[in-house]
């Protein structure tokens, strides 16, 4: 079964910088577009950045857009989300997730997250 791994949050003062990982297995993960969502106190769960199966096309979102990165490295079923210029409404829990094509969702089964909180 498809299994999803988060790390890398913390707390972290505004302005600074995380780098959140994602350990995937369960299926073969360079046939898929991967994906970072988010989900802050009281909020839905949102897309913050998508990545192509090669690893070279990929959007982010907005509200992220030039301060985020997402990459992927395929030879070792890994996900990075480069977070930079952090802001306190970036505060949430972080998953990741595999998406068919770039139109795809993901139903589950999502990993634990990884709490990003950062201070004013």
């Known amino acids: 079964q498809v299994q999803l791994v988060e790390s890398g949050g913390g707390l972290v003062q505004s302005g600074g910088s995380l780098r959140l990982s994602c350990a995937a297995s369960?299926?073969?993960?360079?046939?898929?577009?991967m994906a970072w969502y988010r989900q802050g106190p009281g909020k839905e769960r949102e897309l913050v950045a998508r990545i192509e199966q090669y690893g070279v096309g990929m959007n982010h979102a907005g509200s992220v857009k030039g301060r985020f990165t997402i990459s992927r490295d395929n030879a070792k079923n890994r996900l990075y989300l480069q977070m930079d210029s952090l802001k306190p409404e970036d505060t949430a829990t972080y998953y990741c997730a595999p998406l068919p094509n770039w139109s795809g969702t993901f139903s589950g089964p999502w990993g634990q997250g990884t709490q990003v909180t950062v201070s004013s």
């Open positions: 369960g299926f073969t993960f360079k046939d898929y577009v």
